[in-house]
């Protein structure tokens, strides 16, 4: 039976049609000291999946709770999945006395749980944190549903080294294009980040932009920016996890960015895709 947190409702949903299995109905409260509760009335399974994006404080206090519960009404077997990891990125202490966060909450959801599945973390070696085994699901390749098919000459471009593979997975499954990416230089000391482009030629074609997660959307508007001053066609940005907090999206749309696409790991109008068939497999 599936279980979903609040913030991982339709990606449960999802889940559940692709699946076949039921959907466990689930309560959510809010007491008036601010705590809340999350619980399973009629919860009657031998085996729970437990889905929740930990996008907020919240979400994670009702991944614990919700995961107690169903072992509470009787579960033997509990599987988390989360579509997004919340303080994935941050999975390493850059000065003494700063926690590893990623590593902390990855402990505690751990405790109530027999297995760990997880969407597109950041890093793959977060899952290294759980202390129960823990895989990561690349749902990259479902980014090339929405995309538009008459893309013209398509080039599918990260914005650093490091996510060239999520651009590569994203072509391999629209099946058509080259692949490139940007310079990403981040200076520590004041934490500002730059983009230099590529050498890669982008005038008249359009170009898609791939990428695990668009949080504040300033250096994908920085490429965005980039690519127009070189006349690019038409630029539309795919992403994992549609995080797009504060400004996000208007800083993408007054760069002159197309058309943005997410997934439903972080529900946001833009999630134009579940990625609920990838952990579906997994499962």
Same mark, same amino acid.
Not at 10 to 38: K, Y
Not at 230 to 235: L, P
Not at 240 to 245: E, I, N, Y
């Given at each position: 039976?599936? !279980?979903?947190?609040?913030?991982?409702?339709?990606?449960?949903?999802?889940?559940?049609?692709? $699946?076949?299995?039921?959907?466990?109905?689930?309560?959510? #409260?809010?007491?008036?000291?601010?705590?809340?509760?999350?619980?399973? &009335?009629?919860?009657? /399974?031998?085996?729970?999946?437990?889905?929740?994006?930990?996008?907020?404080?919240?979400?994670?206090?009702?991944?614990?709770?919700?995961?107690?519960?169903?072992? #509470?009404?009787?579960?033997?077997?509990? +599987?988390?999945?989360? &579509?997004?990891?919340?303080?994935?990125?941050?999975?390493?202490?850059?000065?003494?006395?700063?926690?590893?966060?990623?590593?902390?909450?990855?402990?505690?959801?751990?405790?109530?749980?027999?297995?760990? =599945?997880?969407?597109?973390?950041? #890093?793959?070696?977060?899952? %290294?944190?759980?202390?129960?085994?823990?895989? *990561?699901?690349?749902?990259?390749?479902? =980014?090339?549903? *929405?995309?538009?098919? %008459?893309?013209?000459? *398509? =080039?599918?471009?990260? &914005?650093?080294?490091?996510?060239?593979?999520?651009?590569?997975?994203?072509?391999?499954?629209?099946? @058509?294009?080259?692949?490139?990416?940007?310079?990403?230089?981040?200076?520590?000391?004041?934490?500002?980040? $730059?983009?230099?482009?590529?050498?890669? /030629?982008?005038?008249?074609?359009?170009?898609?932009? @791939?990428?695990?997660?668009?949080?504040?959307?300033? +250096?994908?508007?920085?490429?965005?920016?980039? =690519?127009?001053?070189?006349?690019?066609?038409?630029?539309?940005? $795919?992403?994992?996890?549609?995080?797009?907090?504060?400004? @996000?999206?208007?800083?993408?749309?007054?760069?002159?960015?197309?058309?943005?696409?997410? +997934?439903?790991?972080?529900?946001?109008?833009?999630?134009? !895709?579940?990625?609920? *068939?990838?952990?579906?497999?997994?499962?």
């Amino acid at each position: 039976m599936i !279980v979903s947190g609040s913030a991982s409702q339709s990606f449960a949903a999802a889940l559940a049609g692709v $699946t076949g299995r039921d959907l466990a109905a689930v309560e959510f #409260e809010r007491f008036p000291d601010g705590e809340v509760m999350a619980s399973v &009335p009629g919860f009657d /399974a031998d085996r729970a999946v437990v889905v929740a994006s930990t996008v907020s404080g919240d979400a994670h206090l009702e991944c614990l709770q919700l995961q107690d519960a169903v072992r #509470e009404a009787g579960a033997s077997e509990v +599987t988390t999945v989360l &579509p997004y990891m919340g303080y994935a990125r941050q999975d390493e202490a850059f000065d003494a006395g700063e926690p590893v966060s990623a590593r902390a909450v990855a402990r505690a959801i751990s405790s109530g749980t027999d297995r760990i =599945l997880t969407v597109n973390p950041h #890093e793959e070696a977060v899952c %290294d944190f759980f202390d129960v085994p823990a895989e *990561p699901v690349d749902a990259a390749g479902r =980014l090339a549903e *929405p995309l538009p098919a %008459d893309l013209a000459d *398509p =080039l599918f471009l990260s &914005p650093d080294e490091g996510a060239i593979e999520l651009a590569a997975t994203v072509r391999d499954a629209y099946g @058509a294009g080259e692949t490139d990416h940007f310079v990403k230089e981040r200076d520590y000391d004041t934490g500002e980040v $730059t983009v230099e482009p590529s050498d890669a /030629a982008v005038a008249n074609r359009d170009v898609v932009l @791939a990428d695990d997660i668009v949080a504040t959307g300033s +250096t994908m508007s920085e490429s965005i920016v980039h =690519l127009h001053d070189r006349e690019v066609a038409r630029v539309f940005v $795919t992403c994992v996890h549609p995080m797009l907090a504060g400004n @996000a999206r208007t800083k993408l749309a007054r760069a002159g960015v197309a058309a943005v696409y997410g +997934t439903d790991t972080v529900e946001r109008p833009v999630s134009a !895709v579940s990625a609920a *068939p990838a952990v579906a497999e997994r499962l």
